[in-house]
C-alpha cells in the first residue's frame, strides 16, 4: 500500500502536525509549484528570537502536506536565523525519502517558511524605524 | 485489508475465462500463423477465430478487423495511416476535440508539428458534449479525417457520433473514433453508427493488455505506418500476438453476451454513487454530463482538495480510484478534459474518478461513501484554499 511514500510521509500526511495558522503571527510566508499549482503558507511566532509556534496550510499532494509538516516541527525552537537554513534536504531526509518528482514540494515548503522569516525580520525591522521616529531618534 | 477496485476505467481484471484460453494457447500452440504447415496452421485457425469474434460482436467482417498492440496504436494507425493515405489527394485536415484521449490528442499535435497536417479542435460545452454543427463547421474542403471519441475515459460523456459520422458522410470525410471505453461496455454496431475507423482495447473489458483492435470499414483508405512481413494484410505487419488475440476475441465475446444485464446493473451501482456523494458532500462537482455517460464512470471534482491526496487517502483506505487519467498520475497538473469543460484549474487538481466493473457490489460502493467524505473534509481543513 503506497510503496511510492515512505511510512514517516504517510504518518504526516494522514495526521499532520501544526496546521492552521498562528494567531497574530509575526511572519507570515507563501509558496506555490506553478507546475502543478500546490501552495503553501506558513505563519510563525518569534519570541527572543525563536520560533515559538508554526503553523502550515497547503492545497497540495501528500508529499506537500507531509513535507510542510514535518518542516514546521523542525523550525519550532530554533532560532530564526538555524530555521532559515533548514534545507529541502534536511525534510526530504527526516520523511526517509520522497520520491524524485515529488522533492519540488520539499521546496516549496522551506520557500514558504524562509518568506515567513523575511517577513517577520521586515516587520521587526519596520517596526523599529517607527520606534525611532516615534522617539525622535 | 479487502481491496475495492474503483479503476475499471485504468483496466480490467482479466475473465478467468479469457486467463485459461490465453494459457492453453501459450502451452500448446507455438506455430507462427504466417507458416504453412500443421502448428502454423493451428495458430492462423485461433486467430481467425478471434477475428470472427472482434467482428461479430461490432457487426463487422472479419476483414474489416486489424489486431494492433491495444488503443493507442489504433488510434495512431487510424490518425497517421488515414493522413498518410490521403496526402497524395491533398486532404491534409484533421478535425478532433478538445477531450480525446492522449492518444488522439498528442498524435494529432505530432502530425501538425512533423507532417504538415493542419489540425482543428473543436471545443466542448460544460458537460463535455460536442456540438455535431460545430464539427460540420470545421470540416474544410481538405479535411481528410475526423476523430471523435465515443465515450471518454475520464468524465465518461458520451459524445453523439452517430450523428457526427452522418455529417462526416454526407461530406465524404472519413470518420474514426475511439471507442475504447464503450466497446464491451455498451452496444456498438458499425452496421447502425456511420463510422469508418474504430479503436478498440481488450484490457478494457477484461481481456489482457497489450492487445487491441482497429475496425477498418471496407474501401477506407489507409496506409501502414510500420514495414515488414505484411501480416494484417500489410495494415499492422509484424508476427501476431496469438494468445494475445485469443484473449480479445474470448473477452469480446463474453463481454457481448454479459453486457445488457451487467451494463445496467453497473449504472445502477453508479446512480447510487452519483447520488450518496451529493448527499453526503454537496458542493462536490459531478464531471460530464449526468445521464449520458458511460454506465460505470462517476467523476468528480471536490474544490479545497487535490486529486493526488484523495487517492493516496483512499489508498490507505483500501480503495483505488484515480484522479484524471491514470496515464498522467504521476503528473500533477490539471487535466486538459476538466479544463475544457471551463472548470478553474484549482478546482480541475481536486478530481476524482471512479469506475465501478464486474466485481464491485452495493456493499463497496456503501464503503466507499463511508470512507469518502472525511478524507475531503480532513484534505480541505489541511488546504490553504478557501472553499
Known sequence: MSQEYSAATIAHFTEPRNVGAVEDPDGKGSDANPSCGDRTTITIRLRDGRVEAARFRTFGC???IAAASVLTELAIGRTADEAATIDPGDLIRVLGGLPTRKEACALMAVGALRAALIDAKVKESSASIQAAKATGG | MKRVYLDHAATTPVDPEVAEAMARVLREVPGNPSSIYAEGRAARALVDRARDEVASA????????????????????ALRGTLKALRASSKDHLVTTAIEHH?????????????????????????GRVDPAAIGQAIEERTGLVSVMHGNNEIGILQPIERIGAICRERGVTFHSDAVQ???????????????????????????KGVGALYVRKGTRIATMQTGGGQEKGRRTGTENVAGIVGLGTAMRLAAERRDAESARQARLRDRLIAGVRTRVPDAILNGHPTERL???ASFCFPGTQGEALVIALDLEGFSASSGSACTSGNTEPSHVLLALGLEPSVAQGSLRLTVG??????????LLHALPPI????RSISAVPV
Open chain 1, 62 to 64: 501528500t508529499a506537500a
Open chain 2, 58 to 77: 461490432l457487426g463487422a467482417t472479419p476483414a474489416e478487423i486489424v489486431f494492433t498492440s491495444g488503443g493507442t496504436e489504433a488510434d495512431n494507425l
Open chain 2, 103 to 127: 492518444a488522439v490528442l498528442d498524435t494529432a499535435h505530432d502530425l501538425e508539428g512533423n507532417a504538415h497536417v493542419r489540425l482543428t479542435i473543436v471545443a466542448v460545452d460544460r458537460d
Open chain 2, 182 to 208: 464503450t466497446v464491451g461496455a455498451l452496444p456498438f454496431d458499425v452496421r447502425r453508427i456511420p463510422v469508418d475507423l474504430v479503436s478498440v482495447n481488450a484490457h478494457k473489458f477484461y481481456g489482457p
Open chain 2, 295 to 297: 454506465p460505470n464512470n
Open chain 2, 358 to 367: 464486474r466485481e464491485t457490489t452495493e456493499a463497496d460502493i456503501d464503503a
Open chain 2, 376 to 379: 475531503v473534509e480532513r484534505l
